[in-house]
């Protein structure tokens, strides 16, 4: 195996890392520094995962946009020990949807939805909101039902419905509310519109507030996880990259080896110390040796993710909209959000231009995944002129950026899947820890992604934390609610 570089740790109970993401990173950082002899695998030639910065030509993409914010002290104070405070830019959040031509505020502000949509349809939207506090949708368990039940069946269908398609593939009708319930949880119009209409209101204790600024290092994300990389190695861990776990071998429950394939072949690392994985989760089980039940082995089949392409394009700073990101609600596009690069951090774009990355929700092999790199670069031109959004003369030069497996979907069988894949793996084999946001199929964001890897870790040295009770709180993942700590279990040193 060839090894970007390499360090001699301790050699007895060998750990090995699958994946070189937020959460691999983070497992190999908090294991070597406890002295363990660790070895990360990386399937791809950079590390980050989804959280890397693309580089072209002297501009840098960002895979979706990358806020760093966290509820977990823990998480933040890797951050800082990762990157000096140099190293961040303090950036205000400004995201919005573009609609009908026009920009409302996200998450939804009751005077600007309204006044933006007009009377009629304002009227509308109120008086299906009302209904819906009067009959609430029977089944909520639904994304549909969850969010017409907060916001009324109008907005639902305005905001939330064509999009949401747009974005996972599959109808609203057909998807579980839990990953609405974790992104725009409390955000109800009637919440909005109360706020709105009295703000005098001083007393309340149970006000909670969206994130308003956030910390992004100045070229971008894949900053962090390169500098990670480089303490792994520095503190005596190894990382392969083009390497892939074919199959992780145990017996009588415990771990005994990888077999990895690289350029040079195939090979076998010793395991016995454990595995933290952050592969899909799917793979993972289809690469335990020996297999597991059947039952197990379709749970992880039934496993499926939404991938994503970014087409970059350039213009000149004035003539780009100022938010970070704006979502695309218009069928007339296949583009479903836009960055602005440039409002991110204007060391990643050239002076006096931006570039902006137009996000397409694809499944690999379909017609815009397979497309010529010319030919989507020519749609995005073409949608940017449509939307009104730049003019065409002003464009610049443009990439493309290919990301599988970028989202993990949340169908209607998911959530048994991962019960069932879950509780073989605690059973049979507890020396592998699942992690991260493809590790357990999970929506999970990079502080979400860092947490499982720390409590993983823990649990390879005799703790007994519980992974998947990370990110299913109730709360809105950006609200702070005052007087409220982080609201997960602790990390204990």
């Avoid at 639902?156 to 009708?173: D, N, R």
């Avoid at 919440?191 to 910390?215: K, M, Y």
């Avoid at 950026?401 to 959530?415: C, G, L, T």
Wanted: glycine residues 10%.
């Amino acid at each position: 195996m060839t090894s970007i570089a390499s360090g001699q740790g301790p050699d007895d109970q060998p750990v090995v890392v699958i994946g070189a993401g937020p959460a691999g990173l983070t497992a190999a950082l908090e294991l070597v520094e406890r002295g363990r002899s660790v070895t990360v695998l990386e399937a791809d030639s950079v590390v980050g995962g989804i959280s890397r910065t693309v580089v072209a030509d002297g501009w840098r993409f960002d895979i979706g946009g990358h806020r760093f914010f966290t509820k977990v002290p823990a998480v933040k104070q890797r951050w800082h020990q990762i990157l000096s405070d140099d190293d961040f830019l303090t950036r205000v959040r400004l995201s919005r949807i573009f609609y009908n031509r026009k920009f409302f505020d996200y998450p939804l502000k009751a005077a600007n939805a309204l006044r933006n949509l007009g009377i009629i349809e304002a009227l509308r939207a109120v008086g299906s909101y009302l209904w819906a506090r009067v009959r609430p949708p029977k089944d909520q368990s639904t994304f549909e039902g969850w969010v017409s039940a907060r916001f009324g069946r109008r907005l639902y269908s305005i905001f939330f419905e064509s999009y949401t398609e747009k974005v996972w593939g599959i109808h609203p009708s057909v998807m579980p509310a839990d990953w609405a319930a974790q992104r725009i949880k409390n955000l109800s119009l009637g919440r909005a519109i109360v706020d709105a209409l009295l703000p005098w209101r001083g007393g309340r204790t149970d006000v909670t507030s969206l994130i308003e600024e956030f910390l992004y290092p100045r070229f971008g994300p894949g900053m962090m996880w390169e500098r990670a990389a480089e303490q792994v190695i520095g503190k005596g861990g190894s990382i392969v990259m083009e390497a892939t776990a074919e199959a992780v071998r145990y017996e009588d429950g415990g771990i005994t080896e990888v077999v990895v394939r690289t350029a040079a072949g195939v090979s076998t690392l010793p395991a016995s110390g454990g595995v933290i994985s952050s592969m899909p989760l799917g793979h993972l089980v289809r690469a335990m040796d020996p297999p597991p039940p059947d039952d197990v082995l379709a749970a992880a089949d039934g496993l499926t993710h939404r991938d994503f392409l970014t087409v970059a394009i350039t213009v000149p700073e004035d003539a780009a909209f100022p938010d970070n990101w704006i979502y695309i609600h218009e069928p007339a596009v296949e583009v479903g959000r836009i960055q602005n690069f440039g409002a991110w951090s204007p060391e990643m774009v050239e002076p006096g231009t931006t570039c902006l990355g137009l996000e397409y929700f694809v499944q690999e092999g379909d017609q815009l995944w397979t497309m010529d790199d010319a030919d989507l670069i020519e749609m995005a031109r073409a949608e940017l002129a449509l939307l009104n959004l730049a003019d065409t003369e002003q464009m610049g030069g443009g990439w493309v950026v290919r990301m599988p497996k970028a989202y993990p979907i949340y169908d209607a069988d998911y959530a048994g899947a991962l019960d069932r894949i879950g509780a073989w793996l605690a059973e049979t084999v507890p020396g592998v820890q699942p992690v991260g946001r493809n590790g357990m199929h999970r929506y999970n964001n990079q502080d979400h992604s860092m947490l499982t890897a720390m409590l993983a870790v823990e649990n390879l040295h005799g703790a007994d934390n519980d992974l998947w009770a990370v990110n299913v709180d109730d709360d809105y993942h950006e609200e702070i609610v005052e007087n409220d700590g982080p609201g997960r279990k602790p990390i204990h040193d």
